[in-house]
């Protein structure tokens, strides 16, 4: 069984930047996939970006490459998401995912990971 704990969220300022942390406990999670996706009320949880437990492999959602950037760091356990020039648009929960199966490649769909994190608020706001 893997926890997941997300941190970073917060209220900024349109063009301005938060770092998002997932925190993983309960066993190492060096060969999972890690995800971030995001639900603001009313809509369904979208996908955001991924990353492969090698961390050679990423993929982001649509329009947020080169604004956001996925990382990790086995050592630490630890999956990261940088985001930058944000938008009122980017306003939403934001949700740490794991998937179990070896990835070449990180995948989408919500039903693809298995362990979800609470979420971490993120809203974008003058």
């Known amino acids: 069984q893997v926890q997941l704990a997300e941190s970073g969220g917060g209220l900024v300022q349109p063009g301005g930047s938060l770092r998002l942390s997932c925190v993983a406990s309960g066993r190492t999670i060096g060969t999972y996939a890690m995800g971030w996706f995001r639900q603001a009320p009313g809509n369904a949880r979208q996908f955001v970006a991924a990353?492969?437990?090698?961390?050679?492999?990423?993929l982001y959602g649509d329009s947020l490459q080169g604004r956001f950037t996925i990382s990790r760091d086995n050592a630490k356990n630890t999956v990261y998401l940088q985001m930058n020039s944000l938008k009122p648009e980017d306003t939403a929960v934001y949700y740490c995912a794991a998937d179990p199966l070896f990835r070449i490649r990180p995948v989408t769909p919500v039903s693809e990971y298995k362990y979800w994190g609470q979420g971490t608020q993120v809203t974008v706001s003058s």
């Open positions: 990353i492969t437990g090698s961390g050679y492999s990423t």
